[in-house]
């Protein structure tokens, strides 16, 4: 199993940035992919960013350019470099693991509300 925690949410002003963090533990030696979604209000959960466990990204059309999606194995820790963010960008951000034998594990989320 794989226990994973997101942290870094909070508020901040439509152009501003955020990092947000995932750190896993477990069985982290049997994670695959990891990646981050995002859930607003009335909608469903999208994705935003996922990184491949040799470092290859991928990005929702919507965030090219703005955020960065990252990987230190070594801590452990997944991250989410967010820039110039949009009030309709407010959601609960979410972790993924994607394990080796196909596994999915979530963390809790983190709130981000973007206004002014």
């Known amino acids: 199993q794989v226990q994973l925690v997101e942290s870094g949410g909070g508020s901040v002003q439509p152009g501003g940035s955020l990092r947000l963090s995932c750190a896993a533990s477990g069985s982290i030696f049997s994670i695959n992919h990891m990646g981050w979604y995002r859930q607003a209000p009335g909608r469903e959960r999208e994705l935003v960013a996922i990184v491949t466990s040799v470092g290859i990204t991928n990005y929702a059309d919507s965030v090219k350019g703005r955020f960065t999606i990252s990987r230190d194995n070594a801590k452990n820790t997944l991250y989410l470099q967010m820039s110039i963010l949009k009030p309709e960008e407010t959601a609960v951000y979410y972790c993924?693991?994607?394990?080796?034998?196909?596994?999915?594990?979530w963390g809790k989320g983190t709130l981000v509300t973007v206004s002014s």
């Open positions: 993924k693991a994607i394990m080796n034998d196909g596994m999915v594990y």
